[in-house]
């Protein structure tokens, strides 16, 4: 329970380990495996897509997308792409790139795009002094042209939630309702394994059949994001409440 009872808990295997014994939140999360070279190899047959990812890293450095294309296996970093005709020599390469860091394999989801870009979100929470969860809300973030990671700092843009989903506002509030419940779910369940947490980013992932993924609960979230919401005065009210909550205010 030790590596538990830390404010900001980093690493993504540990909570995704803890969220994934939680019966009500299994559904929404992707398959996720510790990277070996055999267990890629396994994985790389179950799904045509898979992100393989450092397990303590920020801002979508680091990742990477593994896909089938023309009967190969192709690895694109930020920068590079490898095409290999097997996945043991896919393989071999993952673990050349990778080095002896912690990296971790998650199954690719099938995101919404608009243009061919593909669109996630980020929705954060605090904790109120009495324990229960604010939820501000949730914003879209949307891939640059020819990229797959949605951060900002890769050229990534910002988009609501009713514009990724092609929706009207009004259209959209069950939309909002049912990741506002989904983001307590989580919440609820990673203050139930990490008690000091005090403040949750989560990033989600609707896929092209409208199902709600989980793939990340990030402990100290960056918030900028949110200078974009609709809601002109959020943006200032989620840094107020920042500050008071991490003590610097």
Known sequence: MKGYMIKYPGRKWLKHVALSGEEELRDYLPDTEQFTPKGFISMIDRYPVLFVKPDLGMKGQGVMKVYYKDGRIVIRTEDSRYSFQSAKFAAIKLKQLIGTKRYLMQQGIDLIQINGNPID?????????????????????????????TNHSSGGKAIRLHQALGLTRQECEPWETKLRDMALKVARGMKKHFPL??????????????????????????????????????????????KHIRGEG
């Not at 709600?212 to 809601?231: C, D, I």
């Open 197 to 242: 947490i005090t403040e949750l980013g989560l990033d989600i992932a609707i896929d092209t059949e409208h199902r709600v993924w989980l793939l990340e609960a990030n402990t100290k979230p960056q918030f900028q994001l949110f200078r974009y919401h609709s809601n002109p005065k959020l943006y200032a009210q989620i840094a107020s409440s920042v």
């Open 121 to 149: 979100f980020r929705i954060l929470l605090h904790l109120r002094r009495d324990d229960t969860w604010k939820f501000f809300g949730v914003m879209g973030k949307m891939a640059a042209p020819n990229r797959f990671v």
